[in-house]
Nanobody
């Protein structure tokens, strides 16, 4: 199994920035990609960004040019740097890892963008 702990959410004004962290423990050697997803009230959970074991990245259109996903292999962590935040970015953000034995989710961290 893999355990995930997210942190870094909070309240920020429009135009502000936040950096989310996802720390993994357990069978981390099985992880071959890590993604950030988000879910706003009344909406389906949607992909924000993904980073693979070799460092390749993919972004949702809504995240391109504003968000950056990166990893620190030494710390077994993946980060999501979010800049130029908009009210529509308000959601619970979840970290997910994909392994050869299944996918695992974190508990989520709330991001609220409001003045």
């Amino acid at each position: 199994q893999v355990q995930l702990v997210e942190s870094g959410g909070g309240l920020v004004q429009p135009g502000g920035s936040l950096r989310l962290s996802c720390a993994a423990s357990g069978n981390i050697f099985r992880i071959y990609k890590t993604g950030w997803f988000r879910q706003a009230p009344g909406n389906q959970r949607e992909l924000v960004a993904v980073i693979t074991r070799d460092g390749s990245t993919t972004y949702a259109d809504s995240a391109k040019d504003r968000f950056t996903i990166a990893k620190d292999a030494i710390k077994n962590s993946v980060f999501l740097q979010m800049n130029s935040l908009k009210p529509e970015d308000t959601a619970v953000y979840y970290c997910q890892v994909t392994t050869n034995i299944g996918a695992y989710w974190g508990q989520g961290t709330q991001v609220t963008v409001s003045s």
